[in-house]
């Protein structure tokens, strides 16, 4: 069955950054997009962008452009997002999510903890 | 960015009950939207795709419909399990913009 697996929470001080690898198993990495949306505490969803593992090419939304860069490894099947310059409006849990354009799949999320 | 709101930001109900939720995009945005269901300390699952088509498993008393910029999340018969946060979300435009939740409670 189709699984997204991240790895574990992480606590950042502000300034530093913070890579976080999402493993898919179940499909085929290379027929979907992956995608990545954070929701801090008590918030909603956040769109932060996709990437095509067929490729590579990437989409971010404009908030993050610039200080996000999202990753595949096909080797493994992992799918990375590295966020950087993080400040504590960062804290959240991010998700990775399988899809085309809509996400059908979720991975179980990551807790991202920025404090000094 | 297209903006997504979402009616009512709280919904108390009953088990049984019928519940509507509206979802509004700020720009035309056809069918493509999508309906996600979240319970607190989980990953959103996906009920509704493509406005008004429903995902394999989900339950047939969700139901979707509308296009443009109205949509609706209907659940015929809430159950205790549905007591939960519903999110609509656009793809027919990047950034594929998240409404802000409907909480359903008792």
């Known amino acids: 069955q189709v699984q997204l697996v991240q790895s574990g929470a992480e606590v950042k001080k502000p300034g530093a950054s913070v890579k976080i690898a999402c493993r898919a198993t179940?499909?085929?990495?290379?027929?979907?997009?992956m995608h990545w949306v954070r929701q801090a505490p008590g918030q909603g969803l956040e769109w932060m962008g996709r990437?095509?593992?067929?490729?590579?090419?990437?989409t971010y939304a404009q908030t993050f452009q610039g200080r996000v860069t999202m990753t595949t490894d096909t080797s493994t099947g992992t799918v990375y997002m590295e966020v950087r310059s993080l400040t504590s409006d960062d804290t959240a849990v991010y998700y990775c999510?399988?899809?085309?354009?809509?996400?059908?799949?979720w991975g179980q999320g990551v807790l991202v903890t920025v404090s000094s | 960015d297209i903006r997504m709101t979402q009616s009512p930001s709280t919904l108390s109900a009953s088990v049984g009950d019928r519940v509507t939720i509206t979802c509004r995009a700020s720009?035309?945005?056809?069918?493509?939207l999508a309906w996600y269901q979240q319970k607190p300390g989980n990953a959103p699952t996906l009920l509704i795709y493509?406005?008004?088509s429903l995902e394999g498993g989900v339950p047939s008393r969700f139901s979707g419909s509308g296009s443009g910029t109205e949509f609706t999340l209907t659940i015929s018969g809430l159950q205790p399990d549905d007591f939960a946060t519903y999110y609509c979300?656009?793809?027919?435009?990047?950034?594929?913009?998240f409404g802000p939740g409907t909480k359903v409670d008792i």
């Open positions: 999510a399988r899809g085309g354009d809509f996400v059908d799949h």
């Open positions: 179940g499909f085929n990495l290379m027929n979907y997009y």
């Open positions: 990437i095509n593992p067929s490729g590579g090419s990437t």
């Open positions: 720009q035309p945005i056809s069918t493509w």
């Open positions: 493509k406005a008004s």
């Open positions: 979300q656009q793809y027919n435009t990047s950034p594929f913009t």
